[in-house]
Antibody, heavy 123, light 107 residues
Framework: DVQLVESGGGLVQPGGSLRLSCAASGFAFGRFALSWVRQAPGKGLEWVSWISARSGYIEYADSVKGRFTISRDPSKNTVFLQMNTLRSEDTATYYC????????????????WGHGTMVTVSS | DIQMTQSPSSLSASVGDRVTITCRASQGVYDSLAWYQQKPGKAPNLLISAASRLQSGVPFRFSGSGSGTDFSLTISSLEPEDFATYYCQQYYKTPLTFGGGTRVEIK
């Protein structure tokens, strides 16, 4: 089965850092781009970041640019989201999602999603 | 950024009803439009991509149409498991953007 499992969420103070991980299995990790999408409690979906299959292309939402860094480790079949200088408005469930099409150079629709990991930024 | 406007934001319907949700983009996105279904406490589930392409395993009662700026998702006959929130998303240009969601509730 194709599966994405997020981890690393938790409670952090404003200004703090957190690193999310997304472990992938059941598909050719090195051939698909991956995204992070978040959802604040009771709110809609917000696309956060995207990394291409070979890490050659990376995109960020303006709301996180300069604070968040996406990366991937093919040896671990894992994608990461390093989140620095966290703000209260970053409080959300963070989902990892896989691109539908292979080897894209720009974000595509997401056909497989993880269960999400909750990040709470509060003092 | 491309703004995606969904309507209605919520609706009440009965099992067996035909339901249509619309999504309008602030600029043309060709057919780079997807629809997702999300149930409480769960991750979104991709229903339709390329405006009208049904994902494998998605029931045929779901259909999508439109191109450019105006799109719609239709459920031909609501089933109990269809009560959920539906989101449109454009993937024509970054940042990818979602509509605000349409909550489909039981009448």
């Amino acid at each position: 089965d194709v599966q994405l499992v997020e981890s690393g969420g938790g409670l952090v103070q404003p200004g703090g850092s957190l690193r999310l991980s997304c472990a992938a299995s059941g598909f050719a990790f090195g051939r698909f781009a991956l995204s992070w999408v978040r959802q604040a409690p009771g709110k809609g979906l917000e696309w956060v970041s995207w990394i291409s299959a070979r890490s050659g292309y990376i995109e960020y939402a303006d709301s996180v640019k300069g604070r968040f860094t996406i990366s991937r480790d093919p040896s671990k079949n894992t994608v990461f989201l390093q989140m620095n200088t966290l703000r209260s408005e970053d409080t959300a469930t963070y989902y990892c999602a896989k691109d539908f099409l292979m080897a894209t150079e720009a974000p595509d629709v997401s056909d497989v999603w993880g269960h999400g990991t909750m990040v709470t930024v509060s003092s | 950024d491309i703004q995606m406007t969904q309507s209605p934001s919520s609706l009440s319907a009965s099992v067996g009803d035909r339901v249509t949700i619309t999504c309008r983009a602030s600029q043309g996105v060709y057919d780079s439009l997807a629809w997702y279904q999300q149930k409480p406490g769960k991750a979104p589930n991709l229903l339709i991509s390329a405006a009208s392409r049904l994902q494998s395993g998605v029931p045929f009662r779901f259909s999508g149409s439109g191109s450019g700026t105006d799109f719609s998702l239709t459920i031909s006959s609501l089933e109990p498991e269809d009560f959920a929130t539906y989101y449109c998303q454009q993937y024509y240009k970054t940042p990818l953007t979602f509509g605000g969601g349409t909550r489909v509730e039981i009448k």
